[in-house]
């Protein structure tokens, strides 16, 4: 076994380590969507709550039906928009580095048990025409399952550095209004707040609306 594969074998378990142990301790979903409860079990691990927050921001990409958004908001509340950003987006880049290796060691079956079929049927064009460009408008766009896309992308002929860089700058503007969103909350900058709430509610839902309008562009684009 080579160092590569035996590094990647001991981080996946780490991650199931730290995910049967939210399981038993907490209630998982909840755990995800309960700010309180999920500030709470990070400081419970002061001076280390750091390194588990972006363990939680791993894992809730690795187990993919798992909200994001809550993690986003806690790290820009605990950490503020600037570090609260980069323990994110580490996290998050680990998680996609882990679901795209997942899914092309195990394949086919393994992405079919993770990512319902409606998802692998809308997004099996780019996995077939797999433009760097294209794939990195699928992150930047907001309302589309990214998770997931770690995972379809897996299943591709492309290379680990590309997908790593598209999905890290990909994510990297909704990471930030997360963040900084999280941030405004602690410090009570409501105005702000209001403001970036507005904004980001305007972009979401034109985006959720015209999503099947862009996907089926960038369909074309690819093709």
């Not at 049967?20 to 280390?48: A, M, R």
């Not at 963040?179 to 904004?199: D, E, H, K, M, P």
Request: with cysteine; proline share 3%; charged share 15%.
């Amino acid at each position: 076994m080579n160092r590569r594969l035996a590094f990647r074998i001991i981080f996946l378990f780490l991650i199931v380590f730290l995910l049967t142990y939210v399981f038993i301790h907490h209630d998982l979903y909840e755990f995800f969507v309960n700010k309180e409860k999920g500030i709470g079990f990070i400081n419970s691990f002061h001076p280390y709550d750091e390194i588990v927050f972006i363990l939680l921001q791993i894992m809730q990409v690795v187990a993919a039906p798992i909200p994001g958004e809550a993690t986003g908001l806690i790290g820009g509340y605990l950490y503020g928009p600037i570090l609260g950003t980069i323990y994110s987006t580490i996290g998050l880049t680990i998680g996609s580095w882990l679901a795209f290796i997942i899914a092309r060691f195990f394949g086919m079956p393994l992405v079919e048990k993770v990512v319902s079929s409606d998802v692998l049927k809308k997004f099996d064009h780019f996995m077939e025409h797999r433009g760097i460009l294209v794939s990195f408008l699928l992150f930047l766009i907001p309302g589309l399952p990214k998770d997931y896309l770690c995972y379809i992308m897996g299943l591709s002929h492309m290379k680990t550095w590309h997908f790593l860089t598209i999905s890290t700058v990909g994510r990297l503007l909704g990471t930030l209004m997360l963040t900084i969103t999280g941030s405004c909350v602690r410090n009570g900058q409501y105005r702000a707040l209001f403001i970036l709430v507005g904004v980001s509610s305007i972009v979401f839902v034109a985006a959720y609306f015209y999503r099947d309008k862009l996907l089926e562009k960038l369909k074309k684009k690819a093709a």
